[in-house]
């Protein structure tokens, strides 16, 4: 069965330090999401992506933040100056972009700022 | 403001019991309501997604329903086992069903 995987599962970094998140989607797939989820708290959306641009985001998702998919598969979300608060779990999640499509989740990149 | 509320907290049962999650919302325009299950440290994972005209969908043990002129559902989980230790996470779409409003979850523990 096809999954969304990620890279990696743990990122320790340096707090002003730019980060990459890595996501392979599953193929058929054509809307891509990143969430993330402070330990303790709910899942919060970030942004949407479709088209190779961003379809809809939050307002977690200031200048700071950044998506792309460069090369058709991987879909990358950048951090350029990390802060302390962006400890957290990031997933990466995708559908076919159907209204009631099931959304699939990765196992998601805990991210560490120091 | 769009939001999902959830009760209880956590929840602790003994293996084999049934229990009911509950889950009342305020996000508007409604387009569906998911019920997803956490592991500890992993990805969420759909159980069932229902749309505004459904009011019941079975999955396995799992078994939702949704009420949506009162903006509440319920998850019900038959005959509990230890692997349904998880957090049971509500979550509805408000348009074209894309972006997810999550609630807090349910942290459910069964015990032998």
């Known amino acids: 069965e096809p999954e969304v995987t990620q890279t990696p599962s743990h990122q320790v970094t340096q707090m002003g330090q730019e980060v990459i998140l890595r996501c392979v989607p599953i193929?058929?797939?054509?809307?891509f999401y990143w969430y993330r989820q402070i330990l303790g708290q709910k899942v919060e959306f970030l942004v949407s992506?479709?088209?190779?641009?961003?379809?809809?985001k939050s307002e977690i998702f200031d200048d700071q933040f950044s998506v792309e998919r460069p090369d058709g598969s991987n879909f990358t979300l950048k951090i350029r100056s990390t802060k302390l608060e962006d400890s957290a779990m990031y997933f990466c999640?995708?559908?076919?972009?159907?209204?009631?499509?099931?959304?699939?989740f990765g196992p998601g990149t805990r991210l560490t700022v120091l | 403001k769009n939001q999902v509320e959830q009760s209880p907290q956590s929840l602790i049962i003994l293996e084999g019991k049934n229990c009911t999650l509950q889950c009342n919302y305020t996000v508007s325009p409604f387009s569906n309501l998911r019920w997803y299950k956490q592991d500890t440290g992993r990805g969420p994972v759909s159980l069932t997604i229902?749309?505004?005209?459904?009011n019941t969908k079975s999955n396995g043990r799992y078994t939702a329903t949704l009420d949506a002129d009162t903006k509440q559902s319920s998850l019900h989980i038959t005959a509990s086992q230890l692997s349904d230790s998880a957090s049971y996470i509500c979550?509805?779409?408000?348009?074209?069903?894309?972006?997810?409003?999550f609630g807090a979850g349910t942290i459910l523990r069964v015990k032998s």
């Open positions: 992506f479709y088209n190779n641009e961003i379809s809809e």
């Open positions: 229902m749309t505004f005209s459904e």
């Open positions: 979550v509805v779409s408000g348009r074209y069903g894309n972006k997810l409003v």
């Open positions: 999640a995708g559908d076919t972009g159907t209204s009631y499509g099931e959304q699939f």
């Open positions: 193929s058929n797939h054509l809307y």
